[in-house]
């Protein structure tokens, strides 16, 4: 059995980082993409989402919960 991990996702005005870590907070791998806001709130979501599943892909791993942090301005 695979051991859980969480991802954190920060979107901010500019960039979006996404990092997977373990129980212990061991970050298990990490990306960044352009938060690209101006395109609307279901794209920002929707490419969240796609570089979230991009990242568990690369992992071979899902996971278990995702904590999200959103600007105002996004």
């Known amino acids: ?34 938060t690209e806001a101006e395109a609307g709130p279901r794209t920002c979501v929707r490419r969240i989402g796609a570089a979230v599943r991009g990242l568990e892909d690369s992992l071979g791993m899902r996971a278990v919960g995702v904590g999200l942090a959103i600007a105002g301005d996004v």
Not at 9 to 31: H, N, Q, S
């Open 1 to 34: 059995m695979k051991r859980p991990i969480g991802i954190g996702v920060d979107a901010g005005g500019t960039f979006t980082k996404i990092v997977a870590v373990t129980p212990d907070g061991r970050r298990l791998g990490e990306l960044q993409i352009p």
